[in-house]
């Protein structure tokens, strides 16, 4: 076990170089001088050249990637060419409310997800059966934007029970769980459906394991060989599900971000493109990416631990 | 008599073999949902085809005196916008969008994929280094991917198509590589290179046709997915700008006017779910058809 994580983690640092190179030459690659962003319409030629050299523009693409790295392993990811504000600060400021909001969804979605599957799979081909696959297919295919604005016209503008958006009110309070009701929703009812739809599955083909005819056999309560017997091993492909669609989550905020304007990393992004302001698109791409990716290693270890059966070798 | 022997050798002839694609087919027709995709997707083609023959008003014709119209008004009847634009119109035009969209940005990820997908399979040497890179596009949350790309060649619909294409490559490199290192071990793959044919013919005439199944249900659900995407990245203002009538870019506008004319944004949304929808059923159906235990890692 230690071998696999100690293996993980390596491959991990590989993966992490090669996405801050990537994001790094992407922005490099990118049409349109930075120098003229930050200098604006009326910089003369000698200003954009003394921008340049001010952001060490003027050197060679590798050297200034190295800086860039040595920048991000001290916590430095460069200064926002609109605002002039570290983007570390930018990122350390804005992330509470995207990890609110990603939790909150994966909380939806493992509830209403595990439920659903496992009412479905027991009470195979009745109307709970065919609403929860319903809702599995519906779920998946509903643009997330989409039902994040049409809960807001049926319980914020409507019914006036929620708040249209922001996420500004501690999480403690009242409000902070009224605000983050509706975003939460949006977010996890695809994460919920795919859950649902893999618990099913999973539950279905260990329900028809021998092991759990033998237990039956043995006179076995129907409760105890669900719960006790049959979830665990059912779990597995699910846990893997989980942890696959909480990196999706983080992904899947940026949107739901903007639906609900909650002043988010995903916001920040999407400011940052539309601006055109590389150093904060790099650092957030960047750091949504290696949540993603520390979460599948996270996941990956979980998962040996539940099944010791797998081997990765 | 010359007839009997005739019937005789009818009788007997065994019964002629469907043709595997007839098969398949037949066996996604009896699949009620992926039946009901199929025909949301052929309405939807047809609109696309026909749309200026199903309109009586440009997607782009304003008329100031007739805007925020509700559902049912007279000679709109899905209502019109803020500037007093159709929606039917403006819903059969985003259809042909989404399509052309879809397409462009699936079949492009489908080629560069596919490419990768039997390099790595088919030659040992690079698939370490192309699957590495696969690798290193998975490490992205696919939007972001989109994103980081569109930040890179500026907002468009031309770009959101390009940045889609290449979020498709990974996924269709991998089941593809995946197809040609089970189909590489066959016999009659051995065979073949023993008679000394080209690495080019066995790829491309004896690997590629038999990775074909797996291609057609990774093409159908990446279709909803580049619809999905397209609207998503539209309506944030990545993709379509105004006054494109592209559903997602169509529901960013609506947002403003949820009080009074909600159904500008509830419309798109709508179509964009039975869309999104109908691929996902048919590429479902023609998974269980073509091979129940097919395993699609996308």
Known sequence: ?313 | MSADIALNENKTKPPKKEKYYVQTIRRVLKNKLAVFGIIIIFIQVILAIFAPLLVNYGPYVQDLSQTKLGIGAEGHFLGTDNYGRDMWSRLVYGARISLIVGLAAVGIGLIGGIALGLISGYYKKLDGIIMRIVDLLFAFPGILLAMLIIAMLGTSLVNVVIAISIWSIPGCARIVRGSVLSVKKQEYILAMKSVGASDIRIIFKHILPNCTAPIIVFATMRMATAILSTAALSFLGLGAQPPTPEWGAMIAAGQDFMWDAPHMSIIPGIAIMLTVFAFNVVGDGLRDALDPNMNLDM
């Open chain 1, 1 to 313: 076990m230690i071998g696999l994580i100690v293996r993980r983690f390596i491959q991990l640092l590989l993966l992490l170089l090669g996405i801050s190179f990537l994001v790094f030459m992407s922005m490099h690659l990118a049409p349109g001088d930075p120098a003229t962003v930050i200098g604006g319409p009326t910089a003369t030629a000698s200003d954009l050249e003394a921008i340049r050299k001010d952001l060490g523009l003027d050197r060679p693409v590798l050297v200034q990637y190295v800086d860039y790295l040595g920048g991000i392993l001290h916590g430095d990811f460069g200064y926002s060419f609109q605002t002039n504000q570290s983007v570390s600060d930018a990122i350390i400021t804005r992330f509470p409310n995207t990890l609110k909001l990603a939790t909150a969804s994966m909380v939806v979605a493992v509830i209403i997800g595990i439920i659903a599957g496992i009412l479905s799979a027991m009470k195979q081909n009745s109307w709970i059966d065919i609403s929860s696959t319903t809702f599995a297919l519906a779920g998946v295919s509903i643009p997330n934007f989409w039902l994040g604005t049409m809960l807001i016209l049926i319980f914020a503008v409507n019914l006036q029970w929620l708040p249209v958006g922001g996420l500004s009110s501690p999480i403690y309070t009242i409000e902070g769980m009224k605000q983050l009701i509706l975003p939460a929703i949006t977010l996890g009812t695809a994460s919920a459906a795919l859950i649902a739809r893999m618990c099913r599955s999973a539950m279905l083909e260990v329900i028809k394991s021998d092991y759990i005819r033998t237990a039956r056999a043995k006179g076995v309560k129907q409760k105890s060989v669900i719960w006790i017997h049959a979830l665990r091993n059912a779990m597995i492909p699910v846990v893997t599900v989980i942890g696959i669609n909480f990196g999706g989550l983080l992904g899947g905020t940026i949107i739901t971000e903007q639906v609900f304007a909650i002043n988010g990393v995903g916001r920040l992004m999407i400011d940052a493109i539309a601006a055109r302001d590389f150093p904060v698109v790099q650092g957030t791409v960047l750091l949504v990416a290696a949540i993603f990716v520390i979460v599948n290693l996270i996941v990956d270890i979980i998962y040996a631990f539940i099944d010791p059966r797998i081997s990765y070798d």
